[in-house]
C-alpha cells in the first residue's frame, strides 16, 4: 500500500473485497433492504476484507464484488485528499487504541447519570424529564441529562464489546 497513507490505514485497510462464497456475505445480501441511490459496505478489521458491499456501481464506478475499503477511502478528490487521509487514519488509530479506560467512562457515565436521578428523586421526589424532540406528529419520549449520560454509557460498552479486540 502506499505511503500516502497513515499508519494505520497502511495496516488495518486492505485492497480485498467481499468472498461472494462467505456464508457471511449470503446472509447479508439476503437480510440487508437494497435502496436506490445508496451505497453500502461492511468490512471486517479482524479478517481485513470486505464482507459485504452493494450499490458502489452508481456511485464510484466500480462493481459490487471489486469494491474495496482502500478504493473507497481513496475516492476523493486531489485537494481534499490529505485531510480525508489523515480523518481516516486517526478514526482507525482510536478504533485501534480503545483499551480498558474505554468502561471506566462507560460506567462512570452511567453511575453519574444513576446518581443525578436519585438525587432528584431525592431532592424533589420526581426526576424533571425537560428535554423534549417532535416534529410534526412524530414525538420522541422525553428525557433529561442524567438519562443521556446512562444511554452514552450503555453505548459505549456495547461499542467496546463489539468493536474492540478482545485482551485475555
Known sequence: MSKIFGKYTRERVSDIPFDIDDPVYKEYQQKV???TGQALYVYSFEKQRMIYAHGWENLLGYKDKTITLLKIISATSKRH????NELNDKALQFLTEITTDLEKYSFTMILGGSLGNIFDRLTYSAVPDFINFHY????WFI???ADIFIT???FLLIFKEF???KRD
Open 33 to 35: 433492504p437494497h435502496f
Open 81 to 84: 485528499f490529505n485531510f480525508s
Open 143 to 145: 428525557f433529561n441529562v
Open 152 to 154: 452514552l454509557g450503555v
Open 136 to 139: 410534526k406528529s412524530f414525538h
Open 163 to 165: 468493536f474492540t479486540k
